[in-house]
């Protein structure tokens, strides 16, 4: 691509976000009962869903709630799940001992008890949880659930030859030897070897960590913590038709094209405080152009997006012009940003590190991204505002929303001087080839880094094989990627939840790596250490604070956005609210309708 294409197209995205910027503006400014044709259509305003519940008292029973996306799941197993929209769908089909509260906002992500009674009842020492199952809760086919049916749905955690791709925080923590060989390998008569889960009867399951992890219940309440019947287990092939322990079940599902489900006959109300069940029948229609996804949200053929990553920049303008009572700004829970791996040189050097930092114009990757609403405010550091000890824009060790907005050349020249670098030198930005707004934000840095000596070559690598182009160091350094564009969100809300991947030594992998930048910070992991035993909220905000600080100092990263969407939501919707529990989107499990005709 010749440098006169890439800058007319780079100059063609800012002037859309720009436009996009400017109408969210005005949203925002208008409220949802201007005349925007919003309030002529019946939808409750823009933002009206944000962190509180929107048409709270107008959900009825039954009718048909439709979904669309323009990407399909990892994967419906509840073993095998990571995207963030199949946890938050999952709980249509699957229950855990805990879930996330179905509040609005930072309440969201607050644990309750869903199978189990109540919450864990904790030993002092933090290693032991047990558990007693609820009365009355079934599988489909109205056999009851059993705590041997928990355990060994977490036991697929550890059978990751076969069911690869969700996360393990529970095998790393209940298992740090790694000596379980999983359900498939277990030579015990019932599969159910695991050692660290005891279920002394059908109503109790006891777990006994080796070592205490006082995030240990948020991680029972991932999806990857559902039950599932050995006798129902299909491996492999499970996540084309789950077992349902919820109050919906699979009727039909075609990878990439549709999905549909449809109640669970044999799911009881008064078993489940967490799940109201309106509608009689839940679809899903996946598009592979999201444009064309839009305009069938638009068309109001489609009540909401599941994918929940915000409308595409047509439809986003086409949307705040006509139908802004229909629309969300809520903060996703993502950060985006620039990672520097210190395997590629020079950026095993602090000041080279920094030198990008303070060069890069922090507006200019802003409004790339789609300006300060539908991108999100100026990142100034590296934890996200939903995780306890976040500070937000509070904490700007570099000025980032501030000074040095624009970018600091005679600071980042200084900073090249102090790393041996005073003319600059050559890198390469990898940024994945299917995300448009990656792009955009890769031409951004790379014309800022231009005026301080920095040439930055883009590589657009195949986004479906991100684990094993980035997430291989041995891949990146022979590349040059001496920056990589990436984003991460919460697994829960956490420091360990959201950092641990990113930052912790133990996590860099040979495929699959997270953590880009290759830390390898005693403290860093020492705090880490001491964060999971750590039981009282307080001392573990604290430390999540220092956490972020000492990655800050290391100029690991440059934070681009603390990320915000502009999300569709039907004027059919009723009881709509974002949840920080599920990064941003809206809570799906108690969705209903003002209408079922």
Not at 55 to 65: D, E, N, R, S
Not at 219 to 230: E, G, I
Not at 555 to 570: G, M
Request: net charge negative; with cysteine.
């Amino acid at each position: 691509m010749t440098t006169q294409r890439t800058s007319g197209r780079r100059k063609q995205a800012l002037a859309a976000a720009a436009v996009v910027a400017a109408l969210l503006t005005t949203a925002a400014c208008g409220g949802g009962d201007s005349d925007d044709g919003g309030s002529k259509n019946g939808a409750a305003g823009f933002d009206a869903a944000n962190n509180k519940v929107a048409q709270a008292t107008l959900a009825k029973k039954g009718g048909t709630l439709k979904f669309g996306g323009a990407q399909d799941a990892d994967s419906w197993d509840t073993t095998r799940g990571y995207y963030g929209f199949m946890w938050n769908f999952s709980r249509y089909y699957s229950r855990q001992l805990v879930t996330n509260k179905t509040e609005p906002g930072s309440a969201g992500a607050e644990v309750t008890p869903d199978l189990a009674t109540s919450t864990a009842k904790v030993s002092d020492d933090g290693k032991t949880y047990t558990y007693t199952l609820r009365d009355g809760v079934t599988w489909e086919d109205g056999k009851a659930i059993t705590s041997e049916d928990v355990k060994y749905g977490i036991e697929r955690v550890w059978a990751q030859d076969v069911l690869s791709g969700g996360p393990t925080y529970l095998k790393e923590v209940l298992d740090p030897k790694d000596e379980y060989q999983g359900p498939y390998k277990d030579k015990s008569k019932d599969k159910l070897g695991l050692k660290a889960i005891e279920t002394p009867d059908d109503k109790t399951i006891v777990f006994k960590l080796p070592k205490a992890n006082s995030d240990f219940e948020e991680m029972l309440a991932l999806t990857s913590a559902s039950p599932v019947r050995q006798d129902k287990d299909t491996k492999s092939k499970y996540g084309l038709h789950p077992f349902s322990s919820g109050p919906y079940k699979f009727e039909s599902y075609t990878p990439g094209k549709d999905l549909t489900l449809v109640r669970n006959t044999e799911w009881k109300q008064d078993s489940d405080p967490i799940r109201k069940a309106y509608p009689d029948k839940i679809t899903v229609q996946f598009f592979s152009d999201a444009n064309q996804l839009d305009q069938r949200l638009l068309s109001g053929d489609i009540d909401l997006d599941i994918n929940q990553t915000g409308m595409s920049p047509q439809g986003r303008t086409t949307a705040l012009k006509e139908h802004k009572a229909n629309l969300d700004n809520p903060v996703s829970g993502y950060i985006r940003y620039a990672v520097f791996p210190q395997s590629v040189a020079p950026f095993d050097k602090l000041e080279c590190r920094k030198a990008v930092i303070l060069g890069a114009d922090h507006v200019s990757l802003q409004t790339a991204r789609g300006g300060p609403v539908a991108g999100g405010d100026i990142g100034t550091n590296m934890l996200p505002p939903a995780v306890p000890g976040a500070e937000g824009q509070d904490y700007d060790p570099y000025k980032l929303a501030s000074d040095n907005k624009n970018g600091n050349v005679e600071e980042a020249k200084a900073a090249l001087k102090a790393c041996g670098q005073p003319n600059g030198f050559k890198t390469t930005i990898a940024v994945r080839n299917n995300k448009p707004v990656e792009v955009a934000t890769a031409q951004s840095l790379q014309a800022s880094l231009k005026k301080i000596g920095i040439t930055a070559e883009i590589d657009q690598y195949d986004g479906s094989q991100t684990a094993g182009i980035i997430g291989s160091p041995e891949n990146v350094k022979k590349k040059n990627y001496g920056i990589i564009i990436m984003g991460w969100g919460p697994d829960f809300p956490s420091v360990q939840g959201y950092g641990l991947p990113l930052w912790d030594s133990d996590y860099i992998l040979e495929s699959g790596n997270n953590n880009y930048a290759l830390i390898k910070d005693k403290t860093i992991d020492g705090l880490f250490d001491d964060y999971v035993d750590t039981l009282d909220d307080a001392g573990k905000a604290k430390i999540a604070t220092e956490i972020n600080h000492k990655v800050m100092e290391g100029a690991y990263y440059l934070p681009f956005v603390f990320e915000k969407f502009v999300n569709w939501r039907s004027s059919r919707l009723a009881n709509v609210y974002t949840t920080d529990g599920y990064s941003g989107m809206y809570d799906f499990v108690n969705l209903g309708l003002k209408s079922t005709k």
